[in-house]
């Protein structure tokens, strides 16, 4: 920190990562207005601190093992040319002096929180689709997988430039459809397959029932949050000062998390027609509900993110509506046809759409530069480009999506929502979630209203009788 | 090294905080105490939800309500 320009591009950086952190918080705040929007008032206050414990588990797990091994994993380990641990990990062990204050770095921190705003980010897709029916012991376990463990090891395999997927398969995700959304989406289905619908959520005949908000207003501000947070997001995910050039021709620019060239400025463009091509689409689709209009606002954002480095506006819009229009439907049909009680749409919204937006980036940049290669990576499996740089490409893209979705999401969530279950840790007794969770435990969260209670309430309470009447009688 | 006492020489220095040399010590507590998080939350969830079921076996907790069961005790019946 010698050289006054060298340390205003330092200062600079350290301080552009510390103004996104704050940015994304807001994304945290958006999950939870949402979700106690969503939840009924029996159930609020216990949606309430199931998100703020997010905060401080994930956080010093992040801390902890995940930072490390988003830098130790980036080659499989022995996946890359049988490449193990990478040895650079070493400076992110928990207990390494970088880990803290240092004269000599200015960017771990600040870098360590970007990734850790993140995490929370997977968590909260999670904690939303399984409302008013977990425990918060076995969400917190789930937030610790999702956010210090799988959706990390997703980051150094094709969120680095040096990742496995990057180099071998030409992987590009540059603001995470797949690394965050489809693990974290892939992961909800398997949460919820095995945690079960709410009381009442299906019928006897498997007629699907509707769930009302207690607060649809709410609901909607907290979905507007979350797209504010997504700002900070978006450019937390780029360097913002790198020479993209040479020694001897220096070009400085953004990049993407690959190090390779992007512009905040484009990305705002793309950002925002994505978000308008899901708002209209969405709108159109759902009639005009302000729940979905806004949800596929945010599936919009999701699918074209992969890409939007690079897409022009139009291309964003148009990707940002296809991937509204198929959220939008995957959630009626997974409603339909496997009765999951998805209380967000989160499997759709994050996981369809990521997923989808993946395969779509491969195909829209089919041939562009992924990364710079890496000394000692084995060639690229699915192509190069003229200047030996591992190739974007359709087949790369869709193959890891299947990883993230299902390898990283999917599988080990289906495995620890099972352990959780025969635990007897994973869905609140019956009777508890009957009476709501919050009413042996809490005062009323409003307790100056009046009592009122939706139709399906009552067909709650009936069938829910019935059913523990039954149950008792057996035994 | 337990404190710094200058900040005269800024290139020299590195780790800015007290007691160098204690942080896999200080990463085992870390990682103790989450653990213990984990314990003591099972355990109070644990009780909680049999409180509750307790209390719905005794009519103090009733379905559909919403309330805590002080408020439903002087609320209209709900069957």
Known sequence: MTDLTDSLNVLFTEFYYWVTIVIMFLIHVGFMIYEVGVSRRKNLQHVLIKNIMVIPVVTVTFFFFGWWLY??????????????????????????????????????????????????????????????????????????????VTWIIGAAWGWSPNGWMVQLMGYHDAYASGIIHAIAGGSTLAVVMVLGPRIGKFGPNGEIRNI?????????????????????FYAACNIPVFNVGTEGEPFYSATNIYLMPTTLSGITFNFLM???????????????????????????????????????????????????????KAHYLLERRLKIDDAVGAVAVHGVAGFFGVVIAGFMLWGYPAAAPLAGSATPWFGVTPDGFPAINPLGNLIGAFILTFVLGFAPFYVLARVLKAFGILRVPRKVELAGLDTNTFDSSYPYFARTYTDFEEIEKREGLEELSASENRT | MLTLDSFSNPAEIGPLYPFVGTEVLLTIIGIALWILFHILHTREESRKWTEAEAAFDERLLLPGSGEPSHVIASGPPLT
Request: aromatic share 14%; hydrophobic share 55%.
């Open chain 1, 274 to 328: 994505s978000l308008s091509g899901g708002l209209l689409v969405g709108f159109i689709l759902s009639k005009g509900q302000p729940f979905w209009t806004l949800s596929a606002g945010l599936a919009g954002i999701i699918t074209a993110s992969a890409g939007n480095d690079l897409y022009h506006p139009i291309q964003a819009m148009i990707i940002g509506g296809v991937g509204a229009a198929i959220a939008y």
């Open chain 1, 212 to 232: 009302p908000p207690h607060n649809p207003w709410m609901a909607s501000i907290g979905l507007m949050m979350i797209y504010t947070g997504f700002w900070g």
């Open chain 1, 71 to 148: 830098f130790a994993f980036i080659h499989g380990p022995f996946i890359n040319a049988g490449m193990g641990l990478d040895p650079l990990a070493g400076n992110f062990y928990p207990w390494s002096p970088l880990m803290g204050p240092h004269m000599g770095d200015r960017i771990n921190g600040v870098f360590w929180a970007a990734f850790l705003l993140f995490s929370w980010t997977a968590a909260s897709i999670i904690s939303g689709a399984i409302i008013e029916r977990v425990w918060t012991t076995a969400f917190l376990i789930m937030a610790v997988l999702v956010g210090s």
